[in-house]
Structures are given as structure tokens and as C-alpha cells.
């Protein structure tokens, strides 16, 4: 039996993740902040699907949380075979709206623990000779859209620039590209979404779907649904200056401060 551990496995597309994979016959470690929603999740997991489910609460917005979870990673008598870099959120507001202390907070969790705990696993999954990592990045890593678009481009440079390093080790790694997903992102970040037409929308169970046969497939970037794989492909003829003003009111419309 295989191992995924999955960040932000509680809710959206992480919990999308944890639903699958335990249906497939993955053991799980499930790693989030809320203990009391682990727990929970693990036990809903294991009575529903007979798998193994392990829960690990740790923020990666801070060191002690990150380091807790590469070790866990590195543990060699546990090994991980699959990992999703899934943990993330957005901040309320445009540049220099929100403060200092919540952008480097971004960066350190889509960033900083993407790295970390990617490097964590890649070690002992290229000593097996095989093991995968998917990291969750964004379209809005291909657009100018603020903080969250660049954590997110990095997500994306990052993972295939490694995935050409380990080419041939039998480790793969996967940069996946969703657009507006339904889960609970948009309302944590104060964030409206009347302004994002319905057909943008994506299901998280289906996006996951696509992702893990993109993922077997060897792709080192998915960008999971036809709708967004034509939108990308005009993002890539647009003008940039034009792109910016579309993009940046998209789904960025904030309720009160
Ligand atoms: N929804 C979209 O439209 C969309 C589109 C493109 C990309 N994405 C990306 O998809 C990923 C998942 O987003 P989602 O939409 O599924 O969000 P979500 O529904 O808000 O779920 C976020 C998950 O991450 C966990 N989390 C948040 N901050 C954390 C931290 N500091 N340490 C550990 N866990 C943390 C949350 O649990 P706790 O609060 O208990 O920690 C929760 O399990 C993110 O990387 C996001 O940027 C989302």
C-alpha cells in the first residue's frame, strides 16, 4: 500500500485530494492547522475507505510547523510516496493593502514549505528510484496578479525547473494549474465572488481527477480543464498591459475592510 501526504487536507481541493486518493487505496497523512477537523477527516477516511489515516497539525506559516512535517517526510521507515503541496490561501486586498507581515506570510507558506518539504521528500523518493509531488499552484500564476499570482509563478518555475533535475530518477513532479475552484479560499480571504461568472467555476473532485491522470501521465504542469487550457492559450497572445487590468479585477473583489 502507498502513502500521500497532503497540506490543507481539510478543506477544497486538498480535502478533494484525501477523498480520492483514500478511495484508491492510499494510505494518508492528512497535515493542516485544525487538529479537531483532522481528526475527524482521518476517522471519516479510514471507516469509509479501510485506509490507514495519520494526522499531523502543523501551520506552515511558521518554522517549527514546516520542520515537522519535512521530518516526517524524511522518515525513512514511513516512506511517502506521493505528496501534494496543497496548503495555501489568498490575502484581502491589492498591493500595498495588505501589510508586510501577511505577504511574507503567503510567501512562506506557497513558497518557503513548498520548497522545504518538496526537497524533504524528493530525497528519499530518488534513493527508492520512484515517488511523485504534486504542487498546487494556479492559472493566476501565468496573469499579473499581485503577491498571489507571483507566489504562485514561482510554484510553477520552481517545479519544473527541479522536475528537468530529476529527470530519469523515477521521481515526478507536477506544478497543477486550477483556475476558480469552489471551496472555502474565496470566503477565508474576504473575498466577493459575484463578479466571476458561473462557467469559470470548477468542481474540486474533478479537477483532482484530471490532475492525478495528468500526473500519471508524466506532464510536469496541468492545467486540468478545457475551458482554462483555451483561456491560457489566449493569455499567452494577449498584450501583458492589457492582461493586468482584466486580471487583477477578476475575482478580487473585497468586502468591507
Ligand atoms: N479555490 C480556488 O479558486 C483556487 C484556485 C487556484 C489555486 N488554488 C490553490 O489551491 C490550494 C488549496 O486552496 P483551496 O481553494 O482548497 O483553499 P481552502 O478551501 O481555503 O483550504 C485551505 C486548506 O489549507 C489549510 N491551510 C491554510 N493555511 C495553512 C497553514 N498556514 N498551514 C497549514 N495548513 C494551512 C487549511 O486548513 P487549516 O485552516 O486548518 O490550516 C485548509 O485545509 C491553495 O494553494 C490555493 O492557492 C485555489
Known sequence: MTTSLITGSTAGIGAAFARRLAADGHN???VARDAERLRKQAA??????????????????RDDGIAAVESRLADR????????????????????????????TMLKVHCEAVLRLTSAAAEGM??????????????????????????????????????????GTGVRL??????FVRTEFHERAGMGTDNIPGWMWL??????????????????LSVP?????????????????????????????????
Request: aromatic share 6%.
Open 28 to 30: 494518508l497523512v492528512l
Open 44 to 61: 471519516e477516511l479510514h471507516d469509509r475507505h479501510g485506509i490507514e489515516a495519520e494526522v499531523l497539525s502543523a501551520d506552515l506559516s
Open 77 to 104: 521507515s514511513q516512506a511517502v510516496d506521493l505528496l501534494i503541496n496543497n496548503a495555501g490561501f489568498g490575502n484581502k486586498g491589492r498591493y500595498l493593502e495588505v501589510s508586510m507581515a501577511d505577504e511574507l
Open 126 to 167: 530518488r534513493e527508492r528510484g520512484r515517488g511523485g509531488v504534486v504542487n498546487v499552484a494556479s492559472v493566476a500564476a501565468f496573469v499579473p496578479r499581485g503577491t498571489y499570482g507571483a507566489s504562485k509563478a514561482w510554484v510553477v518555475q520552481f517545479t519544473q525547473g527541479a522536475s528537468k533535475d530529476l529527470a
Open 174 to 179: 507536477m506544478a497543477l494549474c486550477p483556475g
Open 203 to 220: 468542481d474540486a473532485d474533478k479537477l483532482v481527477v484530471a490532475a492525478l491522470k495528468d500526473l500519471a501521465r508524466g506532464k510536469t
Open 225 to 257: 480543464d478545457p475551458r482554462y487550457k483555451t483561456l491560457m492559450g489566449l493569455v499567452k497572445l494577449a498584450p501583458r498591459g492589457l492582461l493586468g487590468g482584466v486580471t487583477s479585477r477578476t475575482g478580487r473583489k473585497y468586502g468591507p475592510q
